[in-house]
């Protein structure tokens, strides 16, 4: 057979079929599918009760910041920040307040949420 029979794999050629733009810029540390899910998740609630307005994402050559604003004029109120330098001491994550203080910084992206993340619970 020949290959005008179009009897080739579609599977094959996923990654020659990719923009230019969806590829990771060399050199920039950013946030995997999973980890941005999980932020957005927790983004998407806090803006459903009203909390936050607003978002800003940084790639950036050491690190990848997710700031969150209570109105967009104003300076983060957090910062989650993903940097990998840290990864194998700290934790490469962190969840940073406006002042800059560290709130908590880990290895596990779940548990450093957990310090913005208010759930509700019985008492």
């Known amino acids: 057979m020949s290959s005008l029979s179009g009897d080739i794999d579609p599977s094959e050629n996923r990654a020659a079929d990719r923009s230019p733009a969806a590829l990771p810029v060399p050199g920039r540390v950013t946030f995997t599918r999973l980890e941005l899910n999980r932020i957005l998740n927790l983004y998407g609630r806090m803006v459903a009760d009203g909390e936050w307005r607003d978002y800003a994402i940084d790639f950036l050559k050491d690190r990848a910041v997710f700031s969150i604003f209570r109105r967009a004029s104003e300076v983060p109120i957090y910062r989650i920040e993903k940097d990998p330098r840290l990864a194998r001491k700290q934790g490469a994550y962190s969840v940073m307040s406006a002042s800059g203080r ?5 290895h596990e992206l779940d548990r450093v949420l957990l310090v913005i993340d208010r759930k509700l619970a019985l008492v």
Not at 102 to 106: P, T
């Open 102 to 106: 560290v709130l908590r910084r880990g």
